[in-house]
Structure formats: structure tokens, C-alpha cells
């Protein structure tokens, strides 16, 4: 299977006269999404649209109810803004070149169709059993005006590109707009394409075109020959696709040539010294490590590139199924598998590549492995959800399944729906505003009911030190750093304010203005260093009690600062209107 388009390097060997090589380059890289040249940057970054600047005109054609959306819970009209920004940029800077720049090949990805079907096709008309009613009606019409979209802009492109023009409007796949479309996308870097319509789209217009014809048997390989066989150049003899002859009113002749690899000429790709290999790339970094030229590199780092090559693997296999060679892709899911078999989506697909070849008695070994496989790491990895989080109920109350239906260990299971109970408790008194006991595990040869009663005493001891909280302490504030921490939206710089209300000089860069969410400003410092101290002191604090008690939540943090701090003042600061984000 070859991987190299060599469009650009058959076309770069004609004339000047009737190709300009540097045009042709430029419309086929900044169309597809990659960086225009140094002269022509600071004008087509001109034409570039941001979501926040669409208005309503240009959201209510796609959802003409979205201003009764939610928009604080539900952030598909967000996505559906980015959609339209950035394919109504690539328009603009695509219909700008075609008049601006000379040219005789002009190519313009457009993405958004993809985007659209990814995000809204669920909602598209037949509704599916499992999609919300409101859902429905909101979203119903946003892939159809998605493709109405695409439709004006196509009419833009074709009276640019003018009737002498040959034009070709092709996609890799579809979407399944019917019954097929899956409920649940597999949770793997692939799984969207689960969505796709293998079948695309293909059409053809142009000079001596037929018109009103249909073609058959066409399919993306078949572009490349296709296209340099309009200009009049030869197709190369290794090339997986064909000419689409079938299309054209006269009877084709066609040239070839063995191969243009052999040609010289620039192809558009990056030369031999700058191309890098992943899998090559991390042995030559574990020769260097072991010759000791370097450091070995950081675990995190030499994780990521692993999974980054187990994943391009994965997707060449994938590739090899879609095109029917199931002998190729079978050896890279056993390697894949053997190395991960916690991954069953390479066990799955294996069992699928064997199906199709009706290699039963392997089929057979690989189903018995995948049900193997499945009940020893999801037990490991539920033990070690409930080892790191003791007060996961649903993790206690998968492994009582686990135990009770496969494992048939029944001890077990009642013990971790003992177990999932009590974390529901736990929970609770969370909420509540209660401490935690330190241990929810289930010792080994401990008995249940003696856990349970181990358990409930230090609930109480943890809610008594919880309601004591920390005895006054005699702290000096100027010689004490504090730091406030928290996720976006909790509060943060209303607690810094408070803090400054009571005596506590803030520390702040001043780097980010005062706006509608936070209209007294921001308490944040991008760039903060904590060294390793053998003991912090923290003290916790609810956003959404601190608005409903202010005045509490002051004598909890005086508290916890010695009771030196103005209560009165840190509570009048409390705004309770910023409870929630406006935009």
C-alpha cells in the first residue's frame, strides 16, 4: 500500500507556463490547515473568523430554539460555533486565493461536514430510542443546515472556478444517518470512526465529463492517477489506484511511467534528514541511553511515545481491515495484544480479522482469551479503584458482579455490597459537610460486620475532628505563605479577597483584567513555587456554603489562621450573585 501522494511532484515538472508551482504548493497546504507563506500570512490571518464573533444569525439557522439552551450545562451550541468558525476561515481564505493568487490546481479541505456528523448526526431525523426527546428537537436540524452550509459555499467555488474548470468533490466516508448509528462509541482514540458510512461521496464536472452518469467502482486511490492524468501526465505503474476512465465522454489514452519516485523533483514532503520514524526514534533513543550519552528520558515521556506507537499500529491495522487484508493486519493485533492484553479492543478485532479468513479453531482460542483477559483486569482494575478511592461505591458494587456472576465467589460479593452501601454513606456525610473515615478497605480474614463497626467509629472520630476543626494555633500571617487553590469557577478570588479583607496581603501578577465574572478582579498568580515541606496544613472550603454562610465560612478561616482576622469584614465581601458563571 503506498503512502506517498506524489500530486505535487508530478505537477511541480510541467512548465511554469502552465503550472505555477509555488501557487499550486500554497493552495494545497493552507487549505489543509498548514502554514501559508511568510508575505501572505498577515492577510489571510485577516480573514479568520472567531466563534465569539458569531451572532445569533448565524446560530439560529442551525438551532433555531437556542436561546432556550442552558448554555452553563450544555455546551454543544460552543461546539457548534466552532464548527461554523472555522469552516467559514478555511471559505474565505480558499476563495480569496482563487482570486487573488494565480493557479491552474486548486485544492480546499473543508472538515466541518466531519465535525458536524460527529456532533449532531445522533440528533438527525428518524430520532433513535435512546436519544432525550428535548434533545432531539433542539438538535434535529443542525446536520442538515450543516450540509446547506456546504451547499452555498460550493456554489461560491464553482462560479469562481468557472465552467472551463474541472471540478472533483469527493469524501472519505459517511455517516450513518439511519437505525445503524451506534448507541455507544468505543472508548479508544478510534472510536468515532465507529460513526462513519464506509461509502463516501464522488462527482466530477468538467470538460469533456460525462454529465449525468453514474461511476462505479471508484475509490480514493483512484484520485491521485485521475488528477494527473487531466493534466496530462503520466500514471505511475506502482500506484495502488486508477484512472476513473469510465467517467470521461471520449475513450481514454493513458501514459505511465514505473514509478515517480524515480523522477527528480519536489514532492511536497519533507526531506530524508528531517522525516521522523516513532518506533525509530525511541530505539535510537534507548541506544543512546545505553551508551551513555544521554539521560534516560523522563517515565511519563517514554509512556507517551509508546502508546503514540502502539496507537499508529493500531490505526495501520484498522487500514489494512478497511481495505480487505486481513493476513496483514493479523500479526500487528497479536504483537498489540500480547503487550497490552488488558487493551481487548486488539483482542476484539483479531477475533474479527480471523472471522472474516474462517479460521474457526483460532477464533475459538482468541474468544476463550478475550473472556479471560476481560475477568482478571477488570477485577485488577476495579481492586485498584477502590484501593486509591475506598468510597467508590460503583467500583465496590462492579466487583460484587464480578464476583457474584463470573468469578462465583459469593463471599466476595456480599462483602462489596457491604461495602458500596456504606461508601454511599460515606458519601453522604461528605456532602454534609462531614469527614471521612481513614480506612474503607477490607482488611484481609477481617469479618464484615467487625470492618463495618471499625468503620462506623471513625466516621464519628473523623466527624468530631471535622467539627472541631484545627485548635487556634499562634501564627504570625506576614511570615506564613498561603496559598489558594481551586478548580475554575470556585471561588477562588472571592476567598483571596476575603483573605485581603482580614489582613493578608494577596500576592498577584495583576496579569488578568477584572471582566463580568470576576468585576472586582482577579487574586492570581500564574507562576507560584511550593517546596517540598514534610508537613502543609490545608484547609478545605465549599464555594457554594461559603455564598450561602459567608459569615461561617469567615470564623472557619480565622479560625484556622489563629483568630487574628477581621470575620465581618472577610464575610461582607462574599457576592453571592457570582455564584455561577454568566458567560
Not at 468503620?455 to 471535622?466: D, I, N, P, R, V
Amino acid at each position: 500500500m503506498r503512502v506517498k501522494c506524489p500530486i505535487w511532484k508530478n505537477l511541480s515538472t510541467r512548465a511554469s507556463s502552465v503550472i505555477s508551482p509555488r501557487s499550486t504548493r500554497f493552495c494545497l497546504q493552507c487549505c489543509g490547515h498548514r502554514l501559508p507563506p511568510a508575505e501572505l500570512s498577515d492577510n489571510l490571518a485577516k480573514l479568520r473568523l472567531h466563534p465569539a464573533e458569531l451572532d445569533q444569525e448565524h446560530i439560529l439557522p442551525f438551532v433555531p430554539n437556542a436561546a432556550d439552551v442552558d448554555q452553563e450545562k450544555d455546551k454543544r451550541l460552543v461546539s457548534l460555533a466552532k464548527i461554523i468558525a472555522d469552516c467559514t476561515t478555511i471559505h474565505a481564505a480558499g476563495t480569496a486565493l482563487m482570486q487573488l493568487e494565480p493557479w491552474d490546481y486548486m485544492a480546499i479541505y473543508y472538515d466541518a461536514i466531519d465535525h458536524f456528523g460527529h456532533g449532531f448526526m445522533r440528533y438527525h431525523p428518524p430520532r433513535s430510542p435512546w436519544v432525550k426527546e428535548e434533545d432531539f428537537e433542539m438538535y434535529k436540524g443542525v446536520t442538515e443546515a450543516g450540509y446547506r452550509y456546504h451547499d452555498l459555499m460550493l456554489g461560491a467555488l464553482l462560479t469562481l472556478a468557472g465552467e472551463d474548470t474541472t471540478i472533483i468533490l469527493n469524501s472519505d466516508h459517511g455517516f450513518h444517518p439511519d437505525h445503524l448509528r451506534p448507541q455507544h462509541i468505543p472508548m479508544e482514540p478510534a472510536g468515532p470512526a465507529e460513526e462513519h458510512r464506509h461509502y463516501g461521496i464522488f462527482a466530477m464536472k468538467g470538460p469533456g465529463i460525462k454529465k449525468d452518469e453514474r461511476v462505479y467502482g471508484t475509490n480514493l486511490l483512484d484520485l491521485a492517477p485521475t488528477i494527473l492524468h487531466l493534466f496530462g501526465l503520466a500514471v505511475g505503474q506502482d500506484f495502488d489506484g486508477k484512472v476513473i476512465s469510465t467517467a470521461f465522454e471520449e475513450p481514454q489514452k493513458i501514459e505511465t511511467i514505473p514509478s515517480w519516485d524515480d523522477v527528480a523533483g519536489e514532492d511536497g514532503m519533507h526531506p530524508p534528514d528531517k522525516k521522523l520514524d516513532p518506533i525509530e526514534a525511541k530505539e535510537a533513543i534507548d541506544q543512546l541511553v545505553a551508551l551513555g550519552y544521554i539521560e534516560e528520558p523522563d517515565e511519563n515521556k517514554e509512556k507517551a511515545v509508546e502508546q503514540d506507537v502502539r496507537e499508529l499500529k493500531y490505526n495501520l491495522a484498522r487500514s489494512y481491515i478497511d481495505a480487505g487484508r486481513y493476513l496483514n493486519a493479523i500479526p500487528i493485533f497479536e504483537e498489540l495484544w500480547q503487550k497490552w492484553p488488558e487493551e481487548h479492543r486488539f483482542g476484539i478485532q483479531l477475533y474479527q480479522c480471523q472471522q472474516a479468513l474462517e479460521l474457526t479453531d483460532k477464533m475459538r482460542v482468541t474468544f476463550d482469551k478475550i473472556l479471560e483477559n476481560k475477568k482478571e483486569y477488570s477485577e485488577k482494575a476495579l481492586q485498584v479503584a477502590v484501593m486509591q478511592s475506598p468510597n467508590h461505591a460503583e467500583a465496590h458494587k462492579r466487583l460484587a458482579y464480578i464476583y457474584k456472576n463470573r468469578l462465583k465467589e459469593f463471599d466476595k460479593a456480599e462483602q462489596h455490597i457491604k461495602l458500596a452501601k456504606l461508601a454511599r454513606k460515606n458519601i453522604v456525610q461528605v456532602r454534609k459537610g462531614r469527614g471521612l473515615p481513614e480506612v474503607t478497605t477490607l482488611p484481609q480474614n477481617q469479618d464484615i460486620t467487625e470492618f463495618e463497626e471499625e468503620l462506623g467509629k471513625a466516621s464519628e472520630e473523623a466527624m468530631q475532628k471535622f467539627k472541631e476543626e484545627v485548635v487556634a494555633r499562634d501564627l504570625d500571617t506576614k511570615e506564613v505563605i498561603t496559598i489558594v487553590s481551586g478548580l475554575p469557577r470556585s471561588g477562588t478570588s472571592m476567598m483571596m479577597q476575603m483573605l485581603a479583607a482580614g489582613g493578608i496581603e494577596p500576592l498577584t501578577d495583576g496579569q488578568r483584567e477584572a471582566d463580568e465574572d470576576n468585576p472586582r478582579g482577579y487574586y492570581e498568580l500564574e507562576k507560584a513555587i511550593l517546596e517540598n515541606h514534610p508537613k502543609v496544613d490545608a484547609l478545605f472550603v465549599s464555594h457554594k456554603l461559603t455564598v450561602e454562610n459567608p459569615q461561617e465560612c469567615a470564623a472557619r478561616v480565622n479560625k484556622f489562621f489563629g483568630g487574628t482576622m477581621d470575620e465581618n469584614a472577610m464575610a461582607a465581601v462574599v457576592d453571592p450573585s457570582l455564584h455561577r458563571q454568566k458567560k
